[in-house]
């Protein structure tokens, strides 16, 4: 009975070590999930008229995650709206579907120039259960002080990238 128990003992140990190396396993082939389900649509801004119009839109991409992630922009002189050389004030802004604490998201950001855009990485916390966040894109342009830009369809292209958080 002795050689039983110790063979019911030593199999309870070898399944166990089993299913810990599944875990290990899974976890080493599945790895972490991450990616743009889509890329953002063209945003389309209402025309601008006067020297103090300020024209406004935005577009949403959904971002899968199962962990935390940051998202930083290029902010490369192609993210300005620009047109035959003439260009126009250009921000932008992300916010979340989310707010990071009860749903998968962030708190978002204010509007900043092309240029700074984004230069510090925006967290967005992964909430169990909610692999899924809609980010939202938001533009706005204007002319500069006392100046009104030539008529003329201007263009822009803002890259955003999402990495794991402290990476």
């Given at each position: 009975?002795?050689?039983?128990?110790?063979?019911i003992k030593l199999m309870l140990g070898y399944i166990l070590l089993v299913l810990v190396l599944i875990s290990v396993w899974t976890e080493l082939l599945v790895g972490q999930i991450m990616y743009w389900d889509s890329n953002f649509g063209p945003i389309v801004l209402p025309s601008i008229a006067s020297k103090n119009q300020v024209s406004e839109g935005s577009s949403y991409a959904n971002l899968s995650i199962d962990g935390d992630v940051?998202?930083?922009?290029?902010?490369?002189?192609?993210?300005?709206?620009?047109?035959?050389?003439d260009t126009l004030i250009?921000?932008?802004k992300l916010t979340f579907d989310g707010d990071g604490s009860s749903a998968t998201g962030g708190s978002g950001t204010n509007y900043e120039t092309y240029d700074t855009f984004l230069t510090t990485a925006a967290p967005v916390r992964h909430k169990i259960g909610d692999d899924d966040v809609q980010v939202t894109l938001h533009v706005k342009a204007s002319n500069y002080a006392?100046?009104?830009a030539n008529a003329g369809t201007y263009m822009a292209t803002q890259t955003l990238t999402a990495h794991w958080a402290g990476h």
């Amino acid at each position: 009975m002795y050689t039983d128990l110790n063979k019911i003992k030593l199999m309870l140990g070898y399944i166990l070590l089993v299913l810990v190396l599944i875990s290990v396993w899974t976890e080493l082939l599945v790895g972490q999930i991450m990616y743009w389900d889509s890329n953002f649509g063209p945003i389309v801004l209402p025309s601008i008229a006067s020297k103090n119009q300020v024209s406004e839109g935005s577009s949403y991409a959904n971002l899968s995650i199962d962990g935390d992630v940051e998202i930083s922009a290029e902010n490369s002189a192609t993210a300005q709206l620009s047109c035959a050389g003439d260009t126009l004030i250009t921000e932008y802004k992300l916010t979340f579907d989310g707010d990071g604490s009860s749903a998968t998201g962030g708190s978002g950001t204010n509007y900043e120039t092309y240029d700074t855009f984004l230069t510090t990485a925006a967290p967005v916390r992964h909430k169990i259960g909610d692999d899924d966040v809609q980010v939202t894109l938001h533009v706005k342009a204007s002319n500069y002080a006392n100046d009104l830009a030539n008529a003329g369809t201007y263009m822009a292209t803002q890259t955003l990238t999402a990495h794991w958080a402290g990476h």
